[in-house]
């Protein structure tokens, strides 16, 4: 008898105070169900409605098997195509069929990808504070942990009479770009100093810089033998990346905010990057992100998927399986979520000695607790990061 798609779910949550999405695909196979992120933390309510109104009819009754063909319906069934907000709500649907066909075939994610190629997942962690001292304990922490590569950044700078922030994501009003120039510099030659050339070292220009300051500060970095720098320009400026290749070997890793394929093929092909590192929850999941990984592979280039708190420890998992099936898996972001978020998803990756770990059970291994999501409901707080400003006031769009 066909697996078919009883019915198509959606929930929000926000354990640790991101809206995420939850996408639960139910069949008709008792007890037959998968689960996948659709997150847009930004645009969760728009997520929810296109996956209820539009999708969830188009789904009703078809065979869960197909996930290519479902997936090529989806991605063209309204005509325009793509974007973020379409995007999410086919990778939240995308991730819950991949999970159903795993726990049919009874095997781990990865084993039904092709099977592990590696024995362990690195993963890099963040040692963000407002100061030099603090950084540093953090790296040092993380480096005790086992950690062997570190993403260091000042998130505020806000020491005796400052009139601003230097900031790199939160908490910031003003952002003084040279500024972040000079002070990143110093940061890591600092980092480098303590703790030497074993330990890999991340810096994220979260396309802040006009992208020949990105040029310069690529090439000021290069002594420095980055693990790479990330999103130099966005996804605007990408033509600047071909500068930063001609005058230096800073490695690059750039795609979080990617939403289209294109952006990424003509990236890979025209070798302006070391490190694809999508939003698997924004491009429409692991079908479109298995193709990724194997175009980079053929171009030489690794993966870094996106591993931030705006996406659920689901689609960390997916990405987690598919870097175990990848030759070309380079390095994987973490976090690291609350315990509140871990009440929510039992089974989520855990990471021990800077590795990341997944179960072993079918399927991508992660559940979803609807009654502890419901402690935690969605908000429609406005995000203030995206509001960042020149010191003249001028909007500094990232
Ligand atoms: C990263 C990212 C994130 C983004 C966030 C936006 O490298 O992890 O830059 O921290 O800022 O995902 O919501
Ligand atoms: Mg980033």
């Given at each position: 008898?066909?697996?078919?798609?009883?019915?198509?779910?959606?929930?929000?949550?926000?354990?640790?105070?991101?809206?995420?999405?939850?996408?639960?695909?139910?069949?008709?196979?008792?007890?037959?169900?998968?689960?996948?992120?659709?997150?847009?933390?930004?645009?969760?309510?728009?997520?929810?409605?296109?996956?209820?109104?539009?999708?969830?009819?188009?789904?009703?009754?078809?065979?869960?098997?197909?996930?290519?063909?479902?997936?090529?319906?989806?991605?063209?069934?309204?005509?325009?195509?793509?974007?973020?907000?379409?995007?999410?709500?086919?990778?939240?649907?995308?991730?819950?069929?991949?999970?159903?066909?795993?726990?049919?075939?009874?095997?781990?994610?990865?084993?039904?990808?092709?099977?592990?190629?590696r024995?362990r997942l690195t993963v890099y962690r963040?040692?963000?504070?407002?100061?030099?001292?603090?950084?540093?304990?953090?790296?040092?922490?993380?480096?005790?942990?086992g950690c062997?590569?570190?993403?260091?950044?000042?998130?505020?700078?806000?020491?005796?009479?400052?009139?601003?922030?230097?900031?790199?994501?939160?908490?910031?009003?003003?952002?003084?770009?040279?500024?972040?120039?000079?002070?990143?510099?110093?940061?890591?030659?600092?980092?480098?100093?303590?703790?030497?050339?074993?330990?890999?070292?991340?810096?994220?220009?979260?396309?802040?810089?006009?992208?020949?300051?990105?040029?310069?500060?690529?090439?000021?970095?290069?002594?420095?033998?980055?693990?790479?720098?990330?999103?130099?320009?966005?996804?605007?400026?990408?033509?600047?990346?071909?500068?930063?290749?001609?005058?230096?070997?800073?490695?690059?890793?750039?795609?979080?905010?990617?939403?289209?394929?294109?952006?990424?093929?003509?990236?890979?092909?025209?070798?302006?990057?070391?490190?694809?590192?999508?939003?698997?929850?924004?491009?429409?999941?692991?079908?479109?992100?298995?193709?990724?990984?194997?175009?980079?592979?053929?171009?030489?280039?690794?993966?870094?998927w996106?591993g931030?708190?705006?996406?659920?420890p689901?689609?960390l998992a997916?990405q987690g399986h598919?870097g175990l099936?990848?030759?070309?898996f380079?390095i994987q972001e973490y976090y690291g979520?609350?315990?509140?978020?871990?009440?929510?998803?039992?089974?989520m990756p855990q990471v021990e000695d800077g590795a990341m770990t997944l179960t072993?059970?079918?399927?991508?291994?992660?559940?979803?607790?609807?009654?502890?999501?419901?402690?935690?409901?969605?908000?429609?707080?406005?995000?203030?990061?995206?509001?960042?400003?020149?010191?003249?006031?001028?909007?500094?769009?990232?």
């Open positions: 008898m066909s697996t078919l798609i009883a019915d198509v779910r959606v929930f929000l949550t926000a354990p640790d105070g991101q809206n995420l999405l939850v996408v639960r695909v139910d069949t008709n196979q008792p007890g037959l169900y998968g689960l996948g992120c659709g997150t847009n933390a930004y645009r969760v309510h728009a997520v929810r409605e296109m996956i209820l109104h539009n999708l969830r009819p188009l789904l009703i009754g078809r065979d869960a098997s197909r996930i290519e063909d479902l997936w090529q319906l989806m991605y063209q069934s309204g005509y325009w195509r793509g974007g973020p907000v379409a995007g999410n709500a086919v990778s939240g649907i995308d991730m819950a069929l991949w999970d159903i066909k795993a726990k049919e075939a009874g095997m781990p994610l990865y084993a039904l990808l092709g099977g592990c190629c024995d963040h040692c963000n504070a407002s100061t030099r001292e603090a950084v540093l304990e953090k790296a040092e922490a993380a480096i005790a942990s062997r590569c570190v993403r260091v950044a000042y998130t505020a700078y806000d020491g005796p009479g400052e009139s601003g922030y230097l900031c790199l994501q939160d908490h910031g009003t003003t952002y003084d770009p040279h500024r972040h120039m000079r002070e990143i510099v110093s940061l890591l030659e600092a980092v480098r100093a303590r703790f030497g050339e074993e330990v890999g070292l991340i810096t994220d220009t979260h396309e802040r810089l006009d992208p020949a300051d990105a040029v310069t500060l690529a090439c000021v970095l290069e002594p420095l033998h980055l693990t790479f720098m990330e999103d130099p320009v966005s996804p605007e400026q990408l033509a600047w990346l071909a500068r930063i290749r001609q005058r230096c070997a800073t490695p690059i890793a750039i795609g979080e905010n990617f939403v289209s394929l294109r952006d990424c093929r003509d990236v890979i092909v025209n070798g302006y990057t070391d490190y694809i590192r999508c939003h698997l929850s924004a491009i429409g999941g692991l079908t479109p992100a298995r193709k990724l990984a194997h175009l980079a592979e053929s171009f030489g280039v690794k993966t870094a996106h931030a708190l705006d996406m659920t689901i689609a997916v598919l099936a990848s030759p070309n380079g979520y609350s315990e509140a978020t871990a009440d929510v998803f039992p089974g072993e059970r079918p399927g991508h291994g992660v559940d979803f607790d609807e009654a502890q999501a419901a402690k935690y409901p969605p908000h429609d707080r406005v995000a203030a990061w995206t509001e960042m400003r020149l010191p003249d006031g001028t909007l500094h769009t990232p």
